[in-house]
């Protein structure tokens, strides 16, 4: 049972477009949301988080949204550059627990 | 930032010996410490939560006599693979619970691949 969802395994973006990589969960618990980049062989480097007490939260060009009545979760970069190329791993928690569950990550490929 | 180092990075063993690998984190103290299981194309898969001084809590499915986790200090978690089989050749991540400034989250590893022949 997937509690954490990542839908597409890949997706392709042009240099200075914006980025969408999109969550999904199941699990109502769930209070605290993370995204992670990943290079092959390497372990993955955070990126951004957002409590479920905001829809929203901006880093640079990184942004998280959150709705919670739809249990979806997205990642915007803008504008994306070739660097951002990576594999990206949405995570959620629950309350009291620093155990997090994995998306099955998303490749993001952005083309120069 | 926060800092966390594995050892060894890739290593090749026969069935049936054991592997050590090391969790560092070198630059904060760690009183939780996470490993992780990662196979291609798939997740990453918890393996078990490791707290110092104490037993490690293993997840359901995972084997708690095969995977020895033993996180002796604030700052170092090993995971022994015991008797190692081919399916148990995976890349395997640690990671740990620390605060660089005002965010608290988990920093990861680089990861060890493992590949039993």
């Known amino acids: 049972d997937q509690q954490v969802k990542q839908n597409s395994p890949s997706l392709s973006v042009q240099e200075g477009r914006i980025s969408i990589l999109n969550c999904d969960y199941t699990n109502s618990m769930f209070d605290y949301f993370l995204w992670y980049k990943k290079y092959p062989a390497e372990g993955p480097t955070f990126l951004i988080s957002?409590?479920?007490?905001?829809d929203k939260n901006e880093d640079g060009r990184f942004t998280v949204f959150l709705n919670k009545s739809a249990k979806h979760l997205s990642l915007h970069i803008v504008p994306s550059q070739p660097g951002d190329s990576a594999v990206y791993f949405c995570a959620a928690g629950a309350p009291g627990t620093y155990k997090y569950i994995f998306g099955t990550g998303t490749r993001l490929k952005v083309l120069a | 930032g926060a800092v966390v180092s594995q050892h060894p990075s890739r290593v090749i063993c026969k069935s049936g010996t054991s592997v050590k690998i090391e969790c560092r984190s070198l630059d904060f103290q760690a009183t939780t410490m996470f490993w992780y299981r990662q196979f291609p194309k798939q997740s990453l898969m918890l393996m078990a939560t490791s707290n110092e001084g104490s037993k490690a809590t293993y997840e359901q499915g995972v084997e708690k006599d095969k995977f020895l986790i033993n996180h002796a200090s604030l700052t170092l978690s090993t995971l022994t693979v015991t008797s190692a089989h081919p399916e148990d050749s995976s890349f395997y991540i640690c990671?740990?619970?620390?605060?660089?400034?005002?965010?608290?989250?988990?920093?990861f590893g680089p990861g060890t691949r493992l590949l039993v022949l």
């Open positions: 957002i409590s479920s007490i905001k």
């Open positions: 990671s740990a619970r620390g605060r660089a400034g005002a965010q608290e989250t988990q920093y």
